[in-house]
């Protein structure tokens, strides 16, 4: 989900912060098993919407899910690239 406020461009320490802590978060998996495992997690709400009945809230949801994929895709190429151009 796009939400772009009025915000200013952060500063280079705050970008600095945000990269060191996706770092962190993604040296604990692969973006492979990371999006393996936010399917996992989209299919069990799915499955629970079953029990639960109706979600307005259900098309948010779908779109901040396709948005985590796509930047698990986008680490992927980003780390791809990295690799082969020899820096680690």
């Known amino acids: ?22 770092r962190d978060l993604l040296s ?10 936010l399917w996992a997690m989209f299919d069990g709400y799915i499955l629970g919407l079953q029990e639960l009945g109706h979600a307005p809230e259900l098309h948010h949801t779908y779109f901040s899910f396709k948005e985590l994929l796509e930047f698990f895709e986008h680490v992927e190429e980003i780390r791809v690239g990295d690799s082969s151009s020899g820096k680690k």
């Not at 939400?3 to 802590?21: C, F, I, N, R």
């Open 1 to 22: 989900m796009n939400t772009k406020t009025h915000m200013t461009d952060p500063s280079d320490a705050v970008l600095l912060a945000y990269g060191q802590m996706v």
């Open 28 to 37: 604990s998996s692969t973006a492979e098993r990371w999006n393996e495992q």
